[in-house]
Each structure stands twice: as structure tokens, then as C-alpha cells.
């Protein structure tokens, strides 16, 4: 996955910052000593550098060729994998059924970058109904609801109205 900066001010501040594709395969590599072993594997990262700001970045994991999740069951034990995720501190940021597939008889998380949490537990609650919208099936909310949790749904809301979706 190739990460681009795009923004003048991101660029300039890339001199002090180790970069995307590195934080990203530090974070998933701890993940994994922390037992989600569900992650797809990384394999590197690399940070081109010129005159000291980041100029391009790359990350290399492992090609899945499994399916897209679906139904209740597929769901429930992503929501299972989700949990270690956040009990880490973490969060995914793009949950949605095109990076959760099911691979050899097991859920295998993709395309995330495990960024700290550091709102309260929004960030967890916006990967759920991110998540949410997607599964045809009616399921009930599955943590409790507390004040990042509504902050999250109307953020969500807003996003999808702007989008065309709400």
C-alpha cells in the first residue's frame, strides 16, 4: 500500500515524525506480540526521504485471497477480534467487510493502520456503525452507549448525508 502526502504542512512536519508506514508496522507487529494474531501479516515498510521531510512511503503485508465477511456468525467473531483490538488502546479506522475477510476458516483483519485511541472510546464506536451499515442483517448494538458513542453515530450521519447515503 502505497501512503501519500499530499498537504504541505503534513509534508513539512514529516521531518520530526517516523512516518505512516513505519508507525503502522510497529503498531501492527505489537498487536501481534499482544496476541491478535488475526491481523494480516506485515512484511516492511519503506520512507523515502528528501531533504529530511517524507517524500514517499510504502508498506508491504501479506495478499489475502479469502472472501469478504458475511452473515451473523462471520460478524460476531470479527466483533470478537475487534474487542482485542481496543482492549489495546487501538482502533481499526476503515471497518468495513472489505477489510475483514474470512481466509482458510478464519477472520483476518486488513488495511488498518491500529492508531491510538485517544477521544474517550469514539473511535470504537465509529468502527462499529461504520461496520453496521454494511451487515444486511439486523443486529443490536453490541457495547454501551455513552456519550462518544452518540457524538460517533452523529458524525456518521452527518458523513453519509454528505455522501449521498443518508
Do not use: W
Not at 514529516?14 to 499482544?34: H, M, P, R, W, Y
Amino acid at each position: 500500500k502505497k501512503i501519500y502526502t499530499n498537504k504541505k504542512i503534513k509534508k513539512f512536519l514529516s521531518i520530526f515524525k517516523k512516518g505512516e508506514a513505519l508507525s503502522t508496522l510497529i503498531n501492527i507487529n505489537s498487536a501481534i506480540e499482544n496476541g491478535v494474531t488475526e491481523l494480516a501479516k506485515p512484511f516492511g515498510a519503506i520512507v523515502e526521504r528528501k531533504n529530511k521531510m517524507i517524500e514517499n512511503e510504502l508498506f508491504i503485508m501479506e495478499y489475502c485471497d479469502g472472501r469478504r465477511i458475511k452473515g451473523d456468525k462471520e460478524y460476531f467473531e470479527s466483533l470478537k477480534i475487534l474487542d482485542k483490538i481496543y482492549s489495546l488502546g487501538r482502533f481499526h479506522g476503515d471497518c468495513n467487510p472489505a477489510n475483514i475477510y474470512y481466509k482458510d476458516g478464519k477472520i483476518v483483519i486488513l488495511d488498518t493502520k491500529l492508531k491510538k485511541m485517544i477521544f474517550g472510546d469514539y473511535r470504537k464506536h465509529y468502527d462499529i456503525l461504520t461496520l453496521m451499515k454494511y451487515i444486511k442483517e439486523k443486529i443490536q448494538y453490541p457495547y454501551k452507549k455513552n456519550i462518544y458513542y452518540y457524538f460517533a453515530a452523529l458524525v456518521r450521519k452527518i458523513r453519509d448525508k454528505k455522501r449521498g447515503r443518508g
